[in-house]
Each structure stands twice: as C-alpha cells, then as structure tokens.
C-alpha cells in the first residue's frame, strides 16, 4: 500500500503562501488514497474473475491518472527547496545541458516557454538514455504523453492547482517563483542514480 510522503518542510518556501502548499498537499493525498483504491478494486475484480469486464478495463485505464498523479507530485515536491539549491556550473548536468542547448540559459528558455503553454499539465525536462539527450516536454494529462524509457529529472506542476489562489492567471510570475525553488541537487541525484543504473 502507497504511503503519502510529508513536504511539510517547504512551508515558508518564498512565492508559495502556507494556503496554497496546503491545497496542493491535500490534493496529492487524494491521488494517494486513490491509487490504493483503484488497486484494490482492480484486485477484488481480478479474484472474482471479472477481469474481461468493461468495469474492469475502465477501472485498469483510471490506475495510469491516479499512479501518474501520485508520483508526479512526488517529484514536483521532491523537486523544491525553500530558497532553492543552485545547479553547479561544473556538474555533469549543468555541462550536459549548455552542450545541448548552447548554453544554460538556453536550456532554461526552452523550459520557462514549455510551462508557459497555454492549458494545464505539466512541463518536464527528461533524460534519454538510449540516445543521451535531454527534452522540455508537455504533459497534457497525468497518463499520457510520456516519453517512453525516458527519465523525470525536473518536474513543474503547471495545472491551475499549483498557482491560481497566490497568482490568479499570472502563471509566468508561478514559474519564476518556482525556479527559485528549484532543488537542483535533487535533480543531479536524479540523473547520477539514473547514470549508476545504466553501469550495473
């Protein structure tokens, strides 16, 4: 069984009110609550030898909404830091990214103007290992539009959750706000356990 984590530690984060983190907290929660039910509906279901059930098959589709909810608050929240922790200029990520994109600022561009997109969902900057690369991709929705075998290094909620009640529809000042809060050596974890994986 899932176990909601605590992120109580970012209350006080500069550009995010208690309120706001709060609302966000108990939100994640609910898809928590959720992927344990949906599991065990999918598991009562399964015993009962109603897995060929259109109940059944509606129920596995909704596990990919609630799961992706779950852990990708899990990485937007582990993701920040109140105050933020910089990215090394001299860290193999920050290295990777200006050789991508010409320059780090570049790389950040691209990033600010993916979470810029008018709709909700989220903006990611994920690794490819299989050809050692890097994109700012949109996700429109929970469940869909992921890069296959590709890994979440940086995560941005950008649904109207994570900003409207401390900035109305100013998304673009929600967006610096969270740079700011970026957890960069989270983020360098990410990729150096995602490197230590690709030698075992």
């Not at 706001?20 to 009962?48: E, M, P, W």
């Not at 933020?84 to 990777?96: E, I, N, R, W, Y």
């Amino acid at each position: 069984m899932y176990q909601s984590k605590s992120y109580g530690r970012l209350i006080g984060t500069p550009g995010f009110s208690e309120n706001l983190l709060n609302t966000h907290f108990t939100l994640y929660q609910g898809y928590v609550t959720n992927t344990n039910k949906v599991a065990d509906q999918l598991r009562t279901l399964l015993d009962s030898d109603a897995a060929s059930t259109p109940e059944y098959a509606e129920i596995t589709r909704r596990f990919g909404w609630e799961f992706n909810g779950m852990r990708l608050h899990e990485y937007y929240f582990g993701n920040m830091v109140s105050g933020g922790k910089q990215l090394a200029g001299g860290s193999p990520l920050h290295a990777a990214l200006t050789h991508q994109f010409a320059t780090f600022e570049n790389w950040q561009k691209d990033f600010v103007a993916t979470g810029a997109m008018r709709g909700i969902g989220w903006a990611i900057l994920y690794y490819d290992p299989e050809d050692d690369r890097y994109f700012n991709c949109w996700i429109n929705e929970h469940d869909t539009g992921h890069l296959a075998g590709c890994v979440p290094l940086l995560v941005m909620d950008v649904f109207e959750h994570a900003f409207i009640l401390d900035y109305g529809t100013k998304r673009a000042d929600y967006i610096q706000a969270f740079l700011k809060a970026v957890d960069w050596s989270k983020v360098d974890e990410r990729m150096m356990r995602q490197a230590k994986s690709q030698t075992i």
